[in-house]
């Protein structure tokens, strides 16, 4: 198994790519070790130690460290409990453990705003920020302001509030006049 690793626009977070699926569907975030409880993949990961943040999207994993540790003194370690898993036959979810990846759900007068503001961000913004490995969800729109939450690569990315306000911000302005602002949300 050759596992392949990419970095992204946030120093602090590598890109691993495993070869093979490891969501069907969805994304999932474990921001911390607590979060990992029901994905043996996460939870080897963040054994080996240095480590802040887990990430799954479709076909990667983004891993994020601790200020204070060095990529190479960690790299082999996670790329060694990645490899593990995968060798194990072991799920990358427990049992009722859900991949998220979605929006969260609104209606009410603003449901087809919101509806637009999901398509955009499902066809344009999410597959580009994918390739970073990250993603972005909708977690709500009042009176012209969209809230949306970071996730894996872009949470904590110092560019991060420059792609939120010139580019997320700038394309949804663009097609939707009712949208005013972006905002980013915590957890």
Known sequence: MFIQTES?????TLKFLPGQTVLEIG???FPDAAAAEKSPLARRIF?????TGVFFGSDFVTVTKADDVEW???KPQILGAIMEHFQSGAA???????????????SGA???IVR????????RVRPAVAQDGG???FHGFDRGVVYLHMQGACAGCPSSTLTLKMGIENLLRHYIPEVLEVRPVAA
């Open 8 to 12: 992204t626009p946030n120093p602090a």
């Open 72 to 74: 190479q003194h960690i």
């Open 110 to 112: 603003d449901a087809d």
């Open 116 to 123: 637009q503001i999901k398509e955009l961000l499902d066809t």
């Open 27 to 29: 994304t999932a975030d």
């Open 92 to 106: 990358v979810m427990e049992g009722e453990a859900k991949a998220a990846g979605g929006h969260a759900e609104h």
């Open 47 to 51: 054994a080996a130690g240095g480590v």
């Open 135 to 137: 993603d972005i969800t």
